[in-house]
């Protein structure tokens, strides 16, 4: 079956380490995103990739690094310098970045991170 | 920059109709409509492109005001599993970059 996975679903750390979270892909989609999210509140962008060996900062990148060595794969590194690490981390992918198609974006399951 | 919904939260019984708005203000180039089980993914439900074009469910519809960068989503004769989280994704310019609303609490009773 054709999908996004994301992993682990759950994820503790201590504070100040890195932490990678997992997305990988076989939709064969040229873009990806990683999104936060905090309790009651929308999905926030902190990069994005619309093709391999290439990505964009979001809205909130600070703290984040991201990868694009693979079309398949968009790891997402939370550095110590990120604040407020703990969160709901979302993946999605989509056919292309725009250019005018009427792309949705498919999401993953998500990793719950808390760092301690 | 973040589009505006309302309301924040409704609560409906079986069979009612609810309306969601999502407001922006920035020109908009598409909006996207997702619903969120609580813990869970979002779901795709809807695309509106500018210019009239739309592709999603067929039991959801909505509309796209391109003059007043608004977009409504329209639920109809309410099922349980139509409760969650809707969100708007806008789009201002031709990336697949989407700013989020910060969601509308949809819950259904019997």
């Known amino acids: 079956d054709g999908g996004i996975t994301q992993s682990p679903k759950y994820l503790f750390r201590k504070e100040g380490q890195n932490v990678t979270l997992s997305c990988e892909q076989n939709?064969?989609?040229?873009?990806m995103y990683w999104y936060r999210q905090d309790p009651g509140q929308g999905l926030r962008l902190i990069y994005y990739s619309q093709i391999v060996n290439d990505f964009q900062k979001g809205d909130i990148a600070e703290g984040y690094s991201v990868s694009r060595e693979k079309k398949e794969s968009f790891p997402l590194t939370v550095t110590s310098a990120q604040k407020n690490p703990t969160a709901f981390y979302l993946c999605?992918?989509?056919?292309?970045?725009?250019?005018?198609?009427?792309?949705?974006?498919?999401f993953g399951p998500g990793t719950r991170l808390t760092v301690l | 920059q973040q589009p505006v919904q309302s309301p924040q939260a409704v609560i409906l019984r079986e069979g009612e109709d609810a309306v969601i708005n999502c407001s922006s203000s920035?020109?908009?180039?598409?909006v996207h409509w997702y619903r969120q089980k609580h813990g869970e993914a979002p779901v795709f439900l809807m695309i509106?492109?500018?210019?009239?074009e739309q592709k999603g469910h067929e039991k959801i519809s909505a509309s796209f005001n391109e003059k007043k960068q608004q977009s409504s989503l329209y639920l109809t004769a309410s099922q349980l599993s139509y409760s969650g989280t809707y969100f708007c994704?806008?789009?201002?310019?031709?990336?697949?970059?989407?700013?989020f609303g910060q969601g509308t609490t949809l819950q259904v009773k019997p």
């Open positions: 994704g806008t789009r201002a310019g031709n990336t697949g970059k989407l700013i």
């Open positions: 509106l492109l500018k210019g009239g």
């Open positions: 920035k020109a908009l180039y598409s």
């Open positions: 939709l064969n989609h040229d873009a």
């Open positions: 999605a992918s989509s056919i292309d970045a725009g250019t005018g198609g009427v792309n949705e974006q498919f």
